[in-house]
């Protein structure tokens, strides 16, 4: 249930119809729009006498919320969230374009690609020092080492970082360096770690379960939000289907259809949506059209010797060329690729 404010209600409206709220044994969770403010009710308390709330002053209507989710849903919250992300800000007209190695492998590596991903135009960088890998046999990240070199790269260029965390008992250490708190596709539904993020009260990249519906993916934003943690950002990272020339099926419906549903931001992530490097532009270029906020792309430079993910790594140049594509597709679909930052400082 949603109770929707006159424009012009007053505070004292606001907090009586909150007040009623809570009596009747609910939580309350407020969207304050630039037109009205939204009040989502929460929980399950004795049965909400909607007639009554309808009938308070300053209320505009009362409305049941048809989807599971409440605070993901546009319905409680019509305007795009917005998410500051270093010097831009993610579900406004600029595009982030996070840009990286699957895995953080050396302090050299991960400074040399986060100085040529800041040059092609990238607005974050990523780099997984915590890898979640289908074999155990795999290589499983340098912890928290490749976190300080991931900082150190941050302090060289300006890029803020998207890293992922596996673990609940290890959210406060990555919230140290990290700027953005990865939720991997593997972890979508591990309830322990997303009440972890939402508590952190950090900024949350949340991906896609490979097997999971969009409505499985807007409750399990819907677990970070309900922590009052509204810096997520959900992303399409490909499905699993019968297909198997590719690594994944890239789901491109999903991107117009979270957008209608919620008011997160949606980052596509086409490398491992493909699996390929050759299709990574071309399926970057359909979903910036579909409508998504960003892009979030492995960028390794030399991609047959990176410890995971090279198959579907691109080189920087090819990165390079992508940006400039998105940043003339951008004029079509009215969004702007920031312009790079002024270099930091550089050894
Ligand atoms: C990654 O981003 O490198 C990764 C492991 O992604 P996913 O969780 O989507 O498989
Ligand atoms: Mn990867």
């Not at 996070?98 to 040059?119: D, K, L």
Request: charged share 20%; hydrophobic share 40%; glycine share 8%.
């Amino acid at each position: 249930m949603i109770v929707i404010m006159n424009p012009n209600a007053s505070a004292r409206q606001i907090s009586d119809v909150i007040a009623r709220i809570r009596a009747m044994g609910y939580e309350v969770h407020i969207s304050e729009g630039e037109q009205q403010t939204i009040i989502g009710v929460i929980g399950r308390g004795r049965p909400l006498d909607r007639e009554q709330l309808s009938t308070m002053d300053g209320v505009h209507d009362v409305l049941a919320v048809t989807h599971p989710y409440k605070i993901a849903s546009r319905m409680y919250h019509p305007e795009n969230t917005q998410i500051p992300l270093g010097a831009m800000t993610v579900g406004s007209k600029e595009l982030a374009i996070i840009a990286g190695p699957c895995s953080v492998e050396g302090r050299e590596q991960i400074i040399e690609i986060a100085h040529a991903v800041r040059e092609a135009g990238a607005t974050a960088l990523r780099g997984g020092a915590f890898k979640p890998r289908t074999s155990p046999y795999s290589f499983q990240g340098m912890g928290e080492e490749g976190l300080r070199y991931l900082a150190e790269a941050r302090e060289q260029t300006g890029l803020p970082i998207v890293t992922e965390v596996m673990d609940p008992n290890l959210v406060p250490m990555v919230c140290e360096y990290a700027d953005v708190l990865q939720i991997g596709a593997r972890n979508m539904q591990n309830y322990t770690l997303l009440n972890a993020v939402g508590q952190s009260q950090h900024t949350v990249l949340l991906k896609r379960g490979m097997s999971s519906t969009i409505e499985e993916l807007l409750m399990a934003a819907e677990y970070i939000l309900s922590h009052g943690n509204m810096r997520v950002m959900v992303c399409e990272r490909g499905i699993r289907t019968y297909e198997t020339e590719t690594r994944n099926t890239f789901d491109i419906n999903a991107i117009p259809a979270i957008k209608s549903l919620s008011h997160l931001p949606v980052i596509a992530d086409p490398s491992h949506g493909t699996g390929k490097w050759e299709y990574v532009e071309s399926v970057s270029m359909a979903a910036i059209a579909a409508g998504a906020d960003g892009l979030i792309l492995e960028v390794h430079q030399t991609p047959e010797t990176a410890s995971s993910d090279g198959r579907q790594s691109l080189k920087p140049e090819r990165f390079a060329r992508l940006v400039s594509r998105i940043r003339k597709l951008g004029e079509v679909v009215d969004r702007v690729v920031p312009q790079p930052l002024p270099e930091m400082t550089r050894p």
